[in-house]
Structures are given as C-alpha cells and as structure tokens.
C-alpha cells in the first residue's frame, strides 16, 4: 500500500484527502506562524484558520501548482493581516526596488554559540523581509516558489532576502 | 582579473543567476563559500521541532459539520408513550449490541460491503428518473450526500445542472459499506407490521443495520402502505446525511430536557454530583483515574432553568473535564476517555472511506494472512473507524466480529481511553437467571471514597478480584442497577469482570476478553 511518502499533493489533492495534506504540511505551516508571530498560541490559530481556508477552497487548487507555495500564501496572507491589526504603519514604499549595500558575511554570525541571537535578530525583521527568511531558511522554499507564495516577483523575493541579510549583518557589525 | 560584484555573489549562491565565473575564480570562490556559510548557519538558527497535527484539529477540519441541532424540548416528563417507544427500541438495540450472531446465520442476498463507487452512484442517478416521487426525491438526496464524488458521473448523465453544481460546491464523500452476512427479513417482515410496537422494533433494528439494511428499504419505497413507504423513505434520508449523530439515548435525552437552577458556591465536584444526582434522580459517577482527587476541584456556578446537561457542560469545562452517559448514569471524566461510537452512518473523503472498506473486508475474509495487517491499518484511522467496526461487529460471524471488537479497543487504548458501548466481558455470555437478577439489582451509593472492595462488600455482591484496582470509587446513586455500577467501576479502569456461577470476577479487560470471547 502507498504510504504519504510515496503520494504527491496533487494524488492526494485529486483523491481529496484532506486529512493526509493536513498532516503533511500541518508541521512547515504551524512552523512559518510561530516565527513570524513570535508565539505557539497565535500559531496555533493561524495554522488552524490556514487549513480552514485551504478547505473550504480546496476545489479552486489548480493541478500543476505548487500545493506548497499554495498552503504557504494562504498562511502568508493570513499572518500578514493579523499583523496589520496589531501594527498598523504602513511599509516602507522603497522596499521592492533596491537591493542594499552589501557588507560581507560577519563571521560571527557562523559561530554555533550565536545561533539564539541570530534566530532573535530576525525576529526583529520588519514582517515583509521575516517572511521571505523563514520561507527560504526555516522552511527550504527556493526563490521561485517563495515568489509564487507570496504573489510577487522573483527579483522582489531577492531584494527582500538581500535586504534581510543586510540587515542581520548590521546587527552583528 | 576583475572579480564579482557582492550582488552577484548572492545571485549565483541564492540560484538567482548562476555564474561559471565563480567556480574559477579563487577570491569570487572564498566570497561564495563565506555566504554559503551564512546560508547553513541562518538555517541551523531556524530549523526547529515539526509540530505534529493535533489529531482533533484534524478531524474536526475533514469530518463533515453535523447538522443544527433541534431546539431544547421544553421542560416536560418523558411521556408513557414515548417510555414504550424507548423500551422498544432498546429491546431491538440490545439484541443486536449484545447478541453475537450465530455461525448458522445464513448469508444475505445481497452484500453490499464492495460496490464499485461508479456503479453506486449510476443507480442513484437512474432513480432521478423513477416514476415514484419518494425514490426520485431520496435519490437526489443522496447523490446530495456524495457531493463532489457524484458531480462528475452527473454532468456525463446530463443531469439537472443545479444538482450538479448543488454536488460540486460539496465535500467528495462516500458513505463506509461494512460486508454483512446477515438475514434481514425477519426485521423487514417487522417494520411491515401494522402494529406499531413491531413497526418500531423493526425500525429500530434496520436503522442499526445501517447500509446493510439499504436493498430491503429501497424495496419498501414501493409498498402500498403509506406509512411503510414514509418509514423507508426517513430512514433512507438518515443513512444519506454525512455527520448525523443525532439518536441519543434515554438519559442524554433526559439531561438535554430536565432544566434546573443551581447555585454552586465554591463547591466539590463530589458535592456537585450528590446534588444533581438528588435533584433530577440521576445517577452520576466520577473517573477517579483521570480525575483526581475529585473532592478538591472546585465548582463556582450559577445557573437559573438551564437544561442540566449544559449546566453540566458550563461547570465541567472550566476545569478540562467532560460527561459522557454510560447507560444508566452520567459518567464524569475527562474529554477523549471515555469514547461512544457515534449513531449515524460513517461518511469520508471518499478515498478514505474506500479505504477503510478495503481493510473492514480483510479483516472479514476467511483468509488469515490479511487479518493482522488490517487490523493494524483499521486502528491507525483512529476513531472514525469505530463505526465501521461495531456495524460490522453487528453483521458478521462470531470470529470476524471479534476480530473487529479486538480492533476497536485497539484503538481506544492507543488513545488511553475506553469504549462505553463496547460490549465485552459478562455482556457477552449468556447468563443464569439468578446471575440476571443480580446484575439488575437497583443500588444507591454517596461519593464515600471508598475503594472497589470496600464498595462490593457493603452491596453484597460476591465477588473475586484477580488485578489491582488503586482507585477510590466515587458515585453518587440512586436505583442504579448494579450492572451499569459494575461497568462503570472496571472499564474506566482497564478492567472487566465476568461470572462464575454467582461470583462476579474482576480482571483486567485483556485476559477477560482472552478468555471470553474466543
């Protein structure tokens, strides 16, 4: 008999087995909310209400997609509207356009005994650029998909991680 | 040698745009590998534990919402009509919980445990061309109940384009069939009955008979007799509305109609339980070995004309604690212990439900090779098999009906929990007329915190106790018989107790049901 392993999203999309692509990605999605919301309780909500949704909608999955990048933009969407509840200032507008200054890789950053102030210095990322660090580091998302997630291009998904990395760096200047 | 901007450097490490330079040049190389470097360290200081899918967040997301539920009764005694009704139907109902079919049960004519879906769903569709109003109108309800798994053979059949977009916007479910080997004429010939009391009977026993009963009730669609066809035409409804878990039993019912004012100041949930018991007449009993120390958890409540059984909702929640009616008392535990098989039909995804019919028919077969592998797969699927497993415990012969019981407390202990209707142990035997009396001997008891010796020996009861039992009994009864007392006293507990001769022997459920129901 097949196992989940052996199963791809669409198979299991097509035979509509909810509980297996609950199971699946229950673990990236909850994972994604807790660090971008800073908390296992808003996480927790979050992941339930992405699954929710990605329910309700599943009939309007397109075959061929990413179910991935799917689940990921519904959960994205949703931590980013909870977010704008709490914080309400708008974002930088010069965001999408320039990739920074680069400074180098700091090596203090390498070391394993700065791993905790490296996971807490993206805490402090603006949410925009958080996203795109989790998506890519915690969760492996290569850029295309990372921009099929979030609805934009693959050049802003590399501005927003080169700006992110500035940004760690600057933190460990 | 001119050499890489940083920009570039990230674009070939990131796989935004690879670059051939990188790999001969030993500086851009040293650039490339420090930001490799920082990759792996930026995913070291991120990789966490997975979080694992709660088990109740994934059925309450895939299981289908159950349907409103029916405005509270207004406060009202049971009536002597309605008393008959539910005597009747329990009749019926314990015959089939508790009677293990005999082996010289002849098969029936039809087993409808292994229809193809497709063809299913074809015969559903020709009925929406029947003559008779009843079948077209049961038929479109159904394929309502298949929703997405029946949209597509509709829109091939050119049906009713609001049918099939009506089954579209719908979860693609399928019911679960279980094989049956069972004879239902005798039953059919009741519900034909003019007389109501053999009707009801009869009804009560098809509607248990779930799928198994479909045939003979398609059949009666057909009958002379308005009420016969009415009777057919409900309980074919019921067995097409996914989610229905609506039958409740006697006590349920009474707690969900009794309404009652309560002032609960900080009180015991011991004192809790004496004063409901004493007030509505209602046996109760707590699960000392979820519920510690039952004494010190403290109830601060205040109710006026509450149905008692959200009053009870209101005071049990705030401490993480649930009811559950384990027959004849209101059993007070903590939520997933005490698991009932819910009432109505079984409905999944369809791939699921297929799934688990694939696995019910394997553990059905004569062949033993396939009995250990279905048994494992069945008690994976957690507790939307338990349905499946009791209809099919109802169906088949004596040896493939234990094989689904064994099951089914398999998956109840994987969950540390244990099954109320799960009939084992003394249930299973049949029993002397002095050892039925005993067993229906009325009993009050006070939460004295007395142990389960101590208990027995104040009633009277023989009895011999062969596996510790630790815990302090707490009840608060009034004309319980002392069956449900015993039952309620060993299997929270992960014990059983059977006779022999008049001695009631307490042991633990494994070596009760290795002894007994082989």
């Known amino acids: 008999m097949e196992t989940l392993l052996e199963t791809t999203d669409e198979e299991l999309v097509r035979a509509g087995d909810k509980a297996a692509l609950i199971r699946r990605y229950y673990g990236p999605v909850f994972g994604l909310a807790r660090r971008l919301l800073g908390g296992a309780d808003g996480a927790r909500d979050a992941a339930q209400e992405t699954f929710a949704r990605a329910i309700a909608h599943l009939g309007d999955f397109q075959p061929g997609r990413s179910f991935r990048a799917w689940i990921f933009s519904i959960a994205a969407n949703l931590i980013r509207d ?71 291009t693959p050049n802003a998904v590399r501005i927003r991680l080169y700006r992110a990395l500035a940004a760690l760096r600057k933190e460990f200047a | 040698m001119s050499h890489l901007p940083p920009a570039e450097i990230h674009d070939h490490v990131y796989g935004f745009a690879r670059s051939p330079h990188v790999e001969t040049c030993p500086e851009c190389r040293r650039a490339a590998e420090a930001v490799e470097a920082e990759r792996d360290a930026l995913k070291d200081a991120l990789a966490g534990d997975r979080a694992e899918a709660p088990y109740e967040l994934v059925v309450k997301l895939t299981r289908i919402r159950k349907p409103r539920a029916a405005a509270p009764a207004p406060r009202a005694a049971v009536s002597i009509a309605g008393l008959a009704a539910a005597v009747a139907f329990l009749a019926g109902l314990s015959w089939l919980l508790f009677h293990k079919p005999s082996a010289t049960v002849p098969a029936a004519p039809a087993d409808s445990g292994n229809v193809p879906r497709k063809d299913e769903i074809d015969r559903l569709i020709g009925f ?20 997405g798994t029946a949209a597509d053979r509709l829109e091939k059949a050119k049906s009713n384009p609001a049918l099939v977009d009506a089954c579209r916007g719908r979860a693609a479910l399928a019911p679960v069939r279980v094989p049956s080997r069972i004879d239902v004429s005798p039953w059919a010939a009741a519900f034909e009955s003019p007389l109501k009391e053999k009707h009801e009977e009869g009804s009560a026993v098809l509607r248990d008979l779930g799928f198994a009963a479909e045939p003979v009730l398609w059949g009666f669609l057909d009958s002379p007799d308005t009420g016969v066809r009415e009777r057919a035409a409900g309980l074919l409804r ?45 046996s109760f009993g707590i699960d000392t070995r979820a519920i510690e120390k039952p004494e010190d958890r403290r109830i601060n409540l205040s109710v006026k004309d509450l149905p008692v059984e959200n ?4 005071a049990l929640e705030s401490h ?16 997933g212990r005490a698991l009932r098989t819910p009432r109505g039909p079984t409905w999944l995804e369809a791939a699921t439900a297929r799934k688990m019919e694939l696995l019910v028919d394997a553990l059905a077969s004569p062949d033993e090779g396939r009995h250990a592998k279905a048994a494992g797969e069945l008690a994976e699927m957690g507790e939307d098999a338990l349905g499946p497993l009791l209809q099919a415990y109802r169906l088949l012969d004596p040896d493939a009906a234990a094989r689904c019981s064994d099951v089914r407390r398999r998956i109840a202990a994987a969950s540390g929990a244990w099954l109320v209707d799960e009939p084992f142990g003394a249930d299973v035997r049949r029993l002397t007329t002095a050892q039925k009396d005993l067993l229906n001997r009325k009993i009050s008891l006070t939460p004295s915190g007395k142990s389960l010796d101590e208990t027995l020996r104040e009633l009277n009861v023989p009895f011999e106790r062969n596996a510790p039992c630790p815990w302090k009994m707490c009840f608060a009864a009034r004309d319980l018989r002392l069956a449900w007392f015993l039952r309620a006293a060993t299997r929270p507990y992960g014990l059983d107790f059977y ?16 002894a007994f129901e082989k």
């Not at chain 2, 006590?251 to 018991?277: H, V, Y």
């Not at chain 2, 993480?320 to 939520?335: E, H, M, R, S, Y």
């Open chain 1, 82 to 152: 909870l977010h704008r509840r709490r914080h309400p200032a708008p974002l930088d507008p010069g965001i999408e356009e320039t990739i920074p200054e680069f400074a180098p890789p700091d090596a203090r950053m390498l070391r394993e005994e700065n791993r905790e102030r490296l996971a807490a210095a993206v805490e402090r990322l603006p949410l925009d650029l958080k996203t795109v660090v989790a998506l890519h580091f915690q969760e492996d998302l290569p850029p295309a998909e990372i921009a099929e997630a979030l609805g934009i």
């Open chain 2, 128 to 147: 929406l061309k029947d003559p008779n109003p009843l079948r077209r109108e049961v038929a479109e309800a159904a394929l309502q109940a298949y929703g």
């Open chain 2, 238 to 282: 019921r067995l097409y509305t996914p989610g229905l878990d609506t039958l409740s039993d006697p006590l349920e019912l009474k707690l969900r109609s009794t309404r009652a004012t309560f002032e609960f100041l900080d009180a015991s949930l011991t004192d809790l339980i004496e004063f409901i018991a004493g007030t509505i007449g209602t």
């Open chain 2, 311 to 314: 009053t009870l909702r209101l």
């Open chain 2, 320 to 335: 993480g604690l649930a009811f559950v009616a384990a027959g004849d008392l209101v059993l007070i535990t903590k939520p």
């Open chain 2, 499 to 514: 006779f022999q001769g008049d001695t009631v022997v307490i042991d633990t459920a494994a070596r009760v049901a290795e």
